[in-house]
């Protein structure tokens, strides 16, 4: 996945640096900490998306959310780290982390993988700091 952002970065570097001649800002970040308890969009019915995550892990017989949360947290740990140090090899890319901003606590979470009104407006106020 490391492979594929800094593929897609440079290429999107090179193409402002071709046409504007700068490299555009680009701002990273793994979101939070999504709960795979399989709420999709209104409850995920008919046309409406989701659920995404927790028919996979019922799928593979894991069916505890307990664990399944800390799998995710370990899942999003991981892939935060990689962003860092995708940052750090471009002096135009930052990133912001969310995870505090958006734990595992569903007062935050409209769904498994979308913020609910209160969870984006601390999400856009970070990212905004960060621009």
Known sequence: MQDAY????????????RTVN???RIILHGYGYPIPD?????GGWGPL?????RPGFIEKG???????KA?????MDRFNAMLQRVEGMFGHVKYVDLRKLLPSEKKL???????????FKLAAEAIAAAL
């Open 38 to 42: 399989g709420d999709g969009v209104l």
């Open 71 to 75: 799998t995710m947290k370990k899942l």
């Open 62 to 68: 894991f069916n505890n959310l307990e664990e399944n």
């Open 49 to 53: 998306p989701g659920p995404w995550l």
């Open 6 to 17: 800094v593929h897609i970065i440079r290429k999107v570097t090179e193409l402002c640096e």
């Open 109 to 119: 979470w409209a769904n498994e993988l979308h913020p609910k009104p209160p969870g």
């Open 22 to 24: 700068a490299p555009v």
